[in-house]
């Protein structure tokens, strides 16, 4: 797939100033060292919070609707997002 | 410079000034732009809460020390009822329907936002030139840039504007133009302070944190709006930090990059400046050592490769179905094109387009996986560093700020810039910028959660430099 396509940009191509940064990447020296995975940002299955429904209040609702301004019989009228 | 957190609390106690009066003199100087600082102003709000305080002060009450403070907004930040623009056409219009939770505890101590702040669109840039509201012009030289992608925000806090101001530093948003404009700016540990309502940019290295004119208003400031927060999973309990741990300095040894001062890149006066600043702190009976690093190219490359990648998977939501000023085309695919074409900046579709290149298959191994790779090492590197030293010390940019349209021209100096910012977030450490030693600063970075003794050594340096 063409990174038009991936981005959802027309006419989008890669960018010169881009693909020097890559190039650097491709030739940086790793094999000095080995992997050592110490990115530990990774929350822990028992740390994970509880899956609760939490209501929003009114004023949160209206702001919503503010940003959603149709409205058809009480409901929000929100955009086609499902074609094929 | 002395707390102005402190003197304000002290004015408004004392009755010399009131609140409301505060606030009108703060609006009325934000109101006229001249540094295309200001987003939006939050005047009606800021008002209604000054008179709060001034019945509460007026009735014999006590008041907390933030209580009544005014203060900026990144406008990348949630804030119930206000435009989050993100400094973008895309969400020109885009009203936070819940606030983000760094500043509702501001909120909740009292302090009063005055202005959603001018910025690079979705924190891409590094000059705050990437925004629909007008360059930000820098606070000493209204002909440079106010740096970024946090310009607005270090721009306020600098003119007075705002007494602090909270910024956003992915790579070195706060940092950079904290240097640029002579004043102090902290990015935390990541992870110390919640990012619940700050619209996403790399979410592994994006970081909350204050811009101020003293280490004690950031110190204040920083321990408010840390601790654990359960819409935020990365976050984690830390220690307060109190005005006594860092009134006096520990620190016995700082270590330096000598590959970043050796660089054909910087300034000479940069680099005699910083060289010079280490002579001092010798002189003090600092133990002062040279550190091995990555090249600078390693740094910014690896830096990109993550963020692009994190940004492109982070605005794919905006297509204009739940977010943003949806553009109607022949069919669905077509108007998520047009949305996305018409509203992104060419900054944002360059690292949108750049992540998914190196997302996609058969670029992911040999770059973005090596990237990941990379960025592992670095962290590696850090955690020996900090056997060997406390502190390390690093000029905050290589060069003096630009002339406003020049980062536009070239984008690869732009990422360039950012050399002595990147490898610090890479390795989620606490790094403040303070402005001494240079003229766009000194960096100073601990190890992880030692968020203290940067204040601490910031503290030394206020008086040695």
């Not at chain 1, 080995?34 to 509880?50: G, I, M, P, T, Y």
């Not at chain 1, 609707?65 to 955009?79: D, S, T």
């Not at chain 2, 992915?170 to 990012?195: D, E, F, W």
Request: hydrophobic fraction near 35%; proline fraction near 3%; glycine fraction near 8%.
């Amino acid at each position: 797939m063409t990174v038009d396509i991936l981005s959802s940009i027309k006419g989008a191509k890669e960018s010169k100033a881009v693909s020097k940064l890559f190039e650097a990447i491709k030739n940086a020296n790793t094999s000095k060292y080995s992997f050592n995975n110490l990115n530990k940002s990774a929350v822990s299955l028992e740390d994970l919070r509880d899956d609760v429904v939490i209501n929003s209040s009114a004023l949160e609702k209206s702001i919503i609707k503010e940003n959603f301004p149709k409205e058809k019989k009480g409901y929000l009228v929100v955009n086609r997002v499902i074609e094929e | 410079m002395e707390s102005q957190i402190h003197k304000i609390h002290q004015q408004l106690v004392s009755k010399e000034i009131t609140c409301t009066s505060l606030i009108q003199e703060k609006l009325n100087a934000l109101k006229e732009n001249t540094h295309n600082t200001v987003n939006s102003l939050l005047d009606k709000m800021a008002l209604e809460l000054a008179e709060r305080v001034d019945v509460k002060i007026e009735s014999g009450a006590a008041i907390g020390l933030l209580e009544g403070i005014p203060f900026g907004i990144k406008d990348v930040y949630m804030v119930q009822g206000t435009y989050t623009t993100a400094s973008s056409q895309l969400l020109k219009n885009y009203k936070s329907a819940y606030t983000a939770t760094a500043i509702q505890k501001l909120l909740d101590a009292g302090a009063i936002p005055l202005v959603k702040e001018n910025c690079d669109s979705f924190g891409h840039g590094s000059s705050s030139e990437n925004t629909i509201f007008g360059a930000v012009k820098n606070a000493t030289n209204p002909e440079l840039v106010g740096g970024g992608s946090s310009g607005g925000s270090a721009v306020n806090v600098a003119k007075e504007h705002t007494v602090f101001s909270i910024g956003g530093d992915t790579g070195g948003s706060i940092r950079q133009p904290a240097g640029y404009n002579n004043v102090y700016g902290l990015k935390p540990t990541y992870g110390r302070i919640s990012r619940f309502g700050l619209m996403a940019y790399a979410s592994s290295t994006d970081c909350v944190g204050p811009i101020a004119k003293s280490i004690e208003d950031i110190r204040i400031v920083v321990n408010v709006m840390s601790g654990r927060d359960i819409k935020d999973q990365t976050t984690y309990e830390s220690k307060i930090i109190t005005e006594g741990s860092i009134a006096k300095n520990q620190v016995k040894s700082v270590g330096y990059f000598k590959n970043f001062i050796e660089s054909d890149a910087i300034n000479p006066e940069i680099k005699e400046d910083f060289l010079n600043a280490l002579e001092t702190i010798k002189e003090k009976g600092i133990q002062v050592k040279e550190l091995d690093f990555f090249e600078a190219d390693t740094l910014v490359s690896t830096y990109y490769t993550l963020a692009m990648a994190e940004t492109a998977s982070n605005l794919s939501r905006l297509d204009g179905t739940n977010y943003g000023n949806r553009i109607e085309g022949k069919n669905l695919k077509d108007t998520y094109s047009i949305t996305r074409s018409e509203n992104f900046s060419e900054e944002t579709k360059r690292r949108i387009v750049g992540g998914n290149q190196v997302l996609s298959q058969g670029f992911s191994d040999e770059i973005y996986l090596k990237g990941l790779n990379l960025r592992d090492q670095i962290a590696a590197n850090f955690e020996n560093d900090f056997k060997e030293v406390d502190i390390i010390l690093s000029p905050v940019t290589p060069n003096t700020p630009p002339k406003i349209g020049d980062s536009l021209k070239d984008p690869l100096a732009m990422y360039l810039s950012d050399a002595y910012t990147v490898g610090f977030s890479l390795g989620q450490l606490p790094t403040l910028t303070a402005p001494q030693g240079t003229s766009t600063g000194i960096q100073i970075t601990a190890a992880k959660d030692n968020d203290e003794k940067v204040l601490q050594f910031a503290n030394f340096l206020n008086d040695i430099l």
